[in-house]
């Protein structure tokens, strides 16, 4: 069985998107306005975005973004930085990883 999608709430959808797609590729297949923005990873995966006046996710809730090697989580990393999201440099948990508050309200992780 394969996870076909995902929905997110969140406050400001264009921010959110413009996010997920500059620093982990995702695509638009659609969207109404800045209520509503449906996304597409290169596996098929299908995550949603839908604007919410209040979000308010669990301390541990976030989702994940797997790359190929250590040294690509130091670009992601370095390139958030650069562009003035406050991220701590990564370190060695479960993985090479590293979390970032999302605009729209969660929480993504970038791992190896």
Known sequence: MKLNHLNLTVTDVAAARDFLQTYFG?????????????????????????????????????????????????????????????????KRSHGWTFYVKAPGGFVVEVLS
Request: net charge negative; glycine share 10%.
């Open 26 to 90: 995702l695509t638009v297949g659609g969207e109404r306005g800045n209520t509503f923005a449906a996304m597409f990873d290169d596996d098929g995966l299908v995550l949603t975005l839908m604007k919410g006046t209040q979000v308010s996710y669990p301390n541990t809730f976030h989702i994940g973004f797997i790359q190929e090697s250590d040294e690509k989580v130091n670009e992601i990393n370095q390139r958030l930085k650069e562009d003035g999201f406050d991220v701590a440099a990564p």
